[in-house]
């Protein structure tokens, strides 16, 4: 069941690196990208950028960040957004 991981967003990060550091994703739709975005838990998004999963709630919150409603948690984090924002400036916490 291998799908292709695509985003629509440019970021610069290598996606298919950063998929395999998590080892876990899911490809959804992103009302933010308005298409396919490659999205993780919040959890897994902190670990990413090195902050806490306090400050991706409150990223989502203040709709820095896209999100979505995911199966079996509350929110999946669009990893496009996520990476735009960590490369700007990621020193909420
Ligand atoms: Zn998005």
Redesign the pocket.
């Known amino acids: 069941m291998l799908k292709k991981i695509r985003t629509e ?1 440019s970021v610069e990060i290598d996606d298919v690196f950063v998929v395999k550091r998590l080892g876990r994703s899911v490809e959804g739709w ?1 009302a ?2 308005g298409g396919t ?1 490659t999205m993780v838990t919040p959890e897994d998004a902190a670990t990413l950028v090195g902050t806490g999963a306090r400050s991706i709630y409150r990223l989502v919150e203040s709709g820095e960040i ?1 999100w979505a409603e995911g199966p079996e948690t509350l929110v999946l984090i ?1 990893l ?2 996520l990476l735009e924002r960590a490369g700007q400036d990621f020193h909420t916490e």
């Open positions: 967003c992103c933010g990208c975005a896209h669009c496009c957004s």
